[in-house]
Protein backbone atom coordinates (compact mmCIF):
# COMPACT_ATOMS: atom_id res chain seq x y z
CA UNK A 1 0.00 0.00 0.00
CA UNK A 2 1.43 3.18 -0.73
CA UNK A 3 -0.26 7.14 -0.51
CA UNK A 4 0.88 10.00 -2.15
CA UNK A 5 0.28 13.47 -1.23
CA UNK A 6 0.49 17.04 -3.31
CA UNK A 7 -1.02 19.87 -3.61
CA UNK A 8 0.25 22.01 -0.33
CA UNK A 9 1.41 24.88 -0.39
CA UNK A 10 1.72 28.53 1.35
CA UNK A 11 -1.87 30.52 0.75
CA UNK A 12 -3.65 33.88 2.43
CA UNK A 13 -6.09 34.01 4.66
CA UNK A 14 -9.24 33.78 2.70
CA UNK A 15 -7.64 31.85 -0.47
CA UNK A 16 -7.74 28.06 -1.62
CA UNK A 17 -5.99 24.87 -2.12
CA UNK A 18 -6.45 21.17 -3.37
CA UNK A 19 -4.69 18.39 -1.94
CA UNK A 20 -4.62 15.01 -4.03
CA UNK A 21 -3.97 11.57 -2.61
CA UNK A 22 -2.81 8.90 -5.18
CA UNK A 23 -3.60 5.38 -3.56
CA UNK A 24 -1.47 2.14 -4.67
CA UNK A 25 -2.39 -1.00 -3.74
CA UNK A 26 -5.39 -1.88 -2.37
CA UNK A 27 -8.80 -1.51 -3.52
CA UNK A 28 -9.36 2.04 -3.74
CA UNK A 29 -13.55 2.51 -3.78
CA UNK A 30 -13.60 -0.46 -0.92
CA UNK A 31 -12.35 1.41 1.25
CA UNK A 32 -13.25 4.72 3.68
CA UNK A 33 -10.56 7.09 2.55
CA UNK A 34 -9.53 10.17 5.42
CA UNK A 35 -7.38 13.05 5.11
CA UNK A 36 -6.06 13.90 8.80
CA UNK A 37 -4.02 17.13 9.88
CA UNK A 38 -1.32 17.77 12.33
CA UNK A 39 -0.43 21.19 13.58
CA UNK A 40 2.64 22.37 15.37
CA UNK A 41 2.36 21.04 19.35
CA UNK A 42 -0.60 19.30 18.62
CA UNK A 43 -1.63 16.00 18.14
CA UNK A 44 -3.32 14.74 14.46
CA UNK A 45 -6.63 14.88 14.26
CA UNK A 46 -9.13 13.65 11.38
CA UNK A 47 -10.42 16.60 8.80
CA UNK A 48 -12.65 14.46 6.89
CA UNK A 49 -13.61 10.99 5.33
CA UNK A 50 -14.93 9.48 2.07
CA UNK A 51 -17.30 6.01 2.48
CA UNK A 52 -19.60 4.23 0.34
CA UNK A 53 -17.82 4.93 -3.51
CA UNK A 54 -18.85 8.92 -2.19
CA UNK A 55 -21.64 8.33 -1.08
CA UNK A 56 -21.09 9.48 2.57
CA UNK A 57 -18.47 12.14 3.55
CA UNK A 58 -18.08 13.59 7.09
CA UNK A 59 -16.20 16.37 8.33
CA UNK A 60 -14.90 17.93 11.59
CA UNK A 61 -16.87 20.68 12.87
CA UNK A 62 -14.15 23.27 12.28
CA UNK A 63 -14.05 22.32 8.58
CA UNK A 64 -17.36 21.88 7.89
CA UNK A 65 -18.82 24.64 5.03
CA UNK A 66 -15.42 25.34 3.55
CA UNK A 67 -13.95 22.38 2.55
CA UNK A 68 -14.99 19.29 0.50
CA UNK A 69 -13.74 15.91 0.32
CA UNK A 70 -14.07 13.72 -3.19
CA UNK A 71 -12.28 10.79 -4.88
CA UNK A 72 -12.12 9.52 -8.53
CA UNK A 73 -12.18 5.80 -8.57
CA UNK A 74 -10.59 5.69 -12.06
CA UNK A 75 -7.36 7.31 -11.13
CA UNK A 76 -7.76 6.09 -7.44
CA UNK A 77 -7.16 9.48 -6.53
CA UNK A 78 -8.98 11.39 -3.32
CA UNK A 79 -9.35 14.76 -2.91
CA UNK A 80 -9.50 17.73 -0.27
CA UNK A 81 -10.72 20.73 -1.76
CA UNK A 82 -10.22 23.57 0.76
CA UNK A 83 -11.57 26.72 1.10
CA UNK A 84 -11.93 30.00 2.70
CA UNK A 85 -8.64 29.06 4.42
CA UNK A 86 -7.91 30.51 8.24
CA UNK A 87 -4.30 30.78 9.85
CA UNK A 88 -5.96 27.77 12.14
CA UNK A 89 -5.85 25.47 9.40
CA UNK A 90 -1.96 25.46 9.08
CA UNK A 91 -0.13 22.21 9.27
CA UNK A 92 0.68 18.80 7.97
CA UNK A 93 -1.80 16.93 5.98
CA UNK A 94 -2.12 13.28 5.92
CA UNK A 95 -3.83 10.98 3.39
CA UNK A 96 -4.87 7.50 5.34
CA UNK A 97 -6.52 4.22 4.66
CA UNK A 98 -7.22 1.26 6.81
CA UNK A 99 -6.60 -1.96 4.94
CA UNK A 100 -7.13 -5.37 7.11
CA UNK A 101 -6.56 -3.93 10.64
CA UNK A 102 -3.66 -1.79 9.29
CA UNK A 103 -3.17 2.42 9.05
CA UNK A 104 -1.35 3.27 6.11
CA UNK A 105 0.04 6.81 5.86
CA UNK A 106 1.00 9.02 2.96
CA UNK A 107 4.59 11.34 3.84
CA UNK A 108 2.06 14.55 4.02
CA UNK A 109 1.89 17.61 2.53
CA UNK A 110 2.48 21.15 4.42
CA UNK A 111 -0.26 23.62 4.34
CA UNK A 112 0.39 26.81 5.52
CA UNK A 113 -1.67 29.81 6.14
CA UNK A 114 -0.54 33.52 6.50
CA UNK A 115 -0.52 36.60 5.23
Known amino acids: VQLVESGGGLVQPGGSLRLSCAAY????????MSWYRQAPGKERELVARIMGAGAITNYVDSVKGRFFISGDNAKNTVYLQMNSLKPEDTGVYYC?????????WGQGTQVTVSS
Open 25 to 32: GFPFRSYP
Open 96 to 104: NVRYRNSDY
